[in-house]
């Protein structure tokens, strides 16, 4: 949404709350100007353009595959000129990842667990070897396997997806209660250095708050909404 809240901000948005979002003044409406916005989907990255810089990126490591685009505007003087829409080809190369994947989307994720930990085994020092230690930690929390999530996510502290691990513990902390332990991980993911991850922190802090009984429920986590 480029121009959301009444032009407070652009967000990337996820079943409803934002997810990722940007309040400079570039990612804001210039009332008379006419705007250049890029929307890309690619695999499982997202990105917001707007004349010419980049405003917001994404990772969804479980893409939406609704197949559909659309354009709206909340008020009235908004107008759409030149619009175009790409798709990409199928690809004939598709990841190892794409079968438990599948798995995990319709909620088979016992079968999931095995397949991704088979990945992660046979492929223990390589990006998609994270990826599937990452998946199998989200498997296993929605089985309500805190012990072996968390040590998959303990495994990753050290690669690329280090953030992205914070943010699985902080998740394994929430589902068992434990909203100060939640806090200081979401404190970690922001310090990760990976802007995506870090990201995604304002998102679980407001689900943080939501499910408080009041906001004292969770002391530290008002610092994640600045």
Known sequence: QFGALFNL???????????VYD???????????????VAEHVGEHLRLEVDGAEILRLRDFFPSRGGRA?????????RFDDVRLFCRDTPL?????????????RGAYGEASR????????????PEGDVARYKF????????????AEEAFRGLDQTDLAGWAAIGMAESAVRR?????????LQR??????????????????????EAANRSDVPGAAALLR
């Open 9 to 19: 901000r652009s967000q990337i948005c996820r079943d409803g709350p934002e997810v």
């Open 23 to 37: 309040s400079s003044p570039g990612a804001r409406i210039t009332p008379g100007r006419k705007h250049q916005v």
């Open 70 to 78: 659309a354009l709206y505007s909340w008020g009235k003087g908004a």
């Open 93 to 105: 190369d598709v990841s190892s990842l794409a079968v438990p994947d599948a798995f995990y989307e």
């Open 115 to 126: 397949l991704y930990q088979d990945i992660a085994r046979s492929h223990p020092e390589s």
């Open 137 to 148: 930690g989200l498997a296993q929390l929605m089985l309500g396997r805190f012990a072996p």
């Open 177 to 185: 209660g434990e909203s100060g332990r939640a806090v200081a991980q």
């Open 189 to 210: 993911a922001r310090q990760s250095g990976d802007p995506e991850a870090a990201g995604l922190v304002y998102a679980n802090a407001v689900r943080l708050f939501r």
